[in-house]
Every structure is written in structure tokens, then in C-alpha cells.
């Protein structure tokens, strides 16, 4: 647990300390909005645009001893598949970033006492969906299933809204199955 929380607190740190627009996802998220559980890779969300943003990203991967392969930010680009990750120098845990073109949604918050920003819960609600629908064998996605009831659980989440977008991603079905 030391070696997440310090991994945490100086991504935040190094993030924060550049200026970079991001926030998190995934397990950490889902920690903040209520429900307890592990993980050995940290997801983080990081807006490409603007001229600097690639920048103070390697700046502050590197700040915050996270190994740094530059090629993999460019080969995510072109593939469109957005995401890359990275190890810790530090510890045996990886770094997820994935890359948006899109303004963040997010949701300012703190995380071992700094302040910092999540992905909206409905928005990580309808990632978590579309995580369960690509997910084969289905039992796979058992761990998102509950992360999406407890994020409905313990937080307040626009449900029609999250519904309409189910709808247009086609994982409607899923959020009917989910919360029965």
C-alpha cells in the first residue's frame, strides 16, 4: 500500500506542479466515489491539446520517477488507441494514461490530503459500461460490474442522462443487468 500511495501522491504532485489538465479513472475513481478496493496500476485521463501538453506530461512523468518511453505517446496517437503505459521506477505498479482529445470532465476532489480531480461519476458509470460490453469472457468483468454499483450506490449520478448515453453506446442492456 506505501508504494501506491506514493505513487499517487507524486503523480499528483508532478501533475499538478506542471499545470497539466487531467483527472483520474478507473480503480482510483471509483475509490473516491465509495467503493474500497485494490489495484496495481494507477489510470489517469490527460488532455492532448494545446501546444505544451506533451511537454509537461514527460515532464512530469519524469518529475514523478515514472519510466518514460516518449515513442509510446506518439504510437498511441497514431494507432488511435490512446493509451499508454508506463512503470513506476520506483515500485512494481504501472501508470495507465490515456490520452483524450476531448475537454475532461471532471470533478475536483483530494486524494491522501491533496487536491486533485476524478472523472464525473456518470461519466465513469458509462466507461466502466463500455469496459463490461468489450470484456470476453463476461465473468471477466465482474470487478466493473461492482465498481458501477457502488459508484450508483454511494453517489449521486444523473441516471436518465447515463441511460440516454447507454442507449447510444449500446450498453443500455448492460446498465438494466447491472442494476436489477
Same mark, same amino acid.
Given at each position: 500500500m506505501d508504494a501506491f500511495e506514493s505513487l499517487v501522491r507524486r503523480i499528483v504532485t508532478c501533475f499538478n506542479g506542471v499545470g497539466l489538465d487531467y483527472m483520474f479513472t478507473g480503480a482510483l475513481a471509483v475509490n473516491y466515489y465509495g467503493r474500497a478496493r485494490?489495484?496495481? *496500476? $494507477?489510470d489517469v485521463v490527460v488532455a492532448v491539446s494545446g501546444r505544451e501538453w506533451r511537454g509537461r506530461l $514527460? &515532464? %512530469?512523468? @519524469?518529475d514523478a520517477r515514472i519510466v518514460v518511453e516518449e515513442k @509510446? =505517446?506518439? +504510437? %498511441? /496517437?497514431? &494507432? #488511435?488507441?490512446k493509451i499508454v503505459t508506463f512503470k513506476d521506477g520506483k515500485s512494481p505498479l504501472t501508470v495507465d494514461v490515456i490520452l483524450s482529445e476531448e475537454k475532461l470532465e471532471k470533478k475536483a476532489g483530494n486524494v491522501l490530503g491533496l487536491p486533485t480531480f476524478f472523472q464525473?461519476? *456518470?461519466?465513469?458509470? /458509462? #466507461? @466502466?459500461?463500455?469496459? =463490461?460490453k468489450a470484456t470476453v469472457p463476461r465473468e471477466r468483468a465482474l470487478?466493473? $460490474?461492482? +465498481?458501477?454499483r457502488a459508484v450508483l450506490r454511494f453517489t449521486r449520478v444523473n441516471v436518465e442522462v447515463v441511460k440516454k448515453q447507454a442507449k447510444r453506446d449500446s450498453t443500455l442492456s448492460i446498465f438494466e443487468t447491472v442494476t436489477r
Open positions: 485494490t489495484t496495481t *496500476d $494507477v $514527460v &515532464s %512530469a512523468l @519524469k @509510446k =505517446i506518439d +504510437d %498511441a /496517437l497514431k &494507432s #488511435g488507441y464525473t461519476p *456518470d461519466d465513469l458509470v /458509462l #466507461g @466502466k459500461l463500455r469496459m =463490461i470487478k466493473d $460490474v461492482e +465498481d458501477v
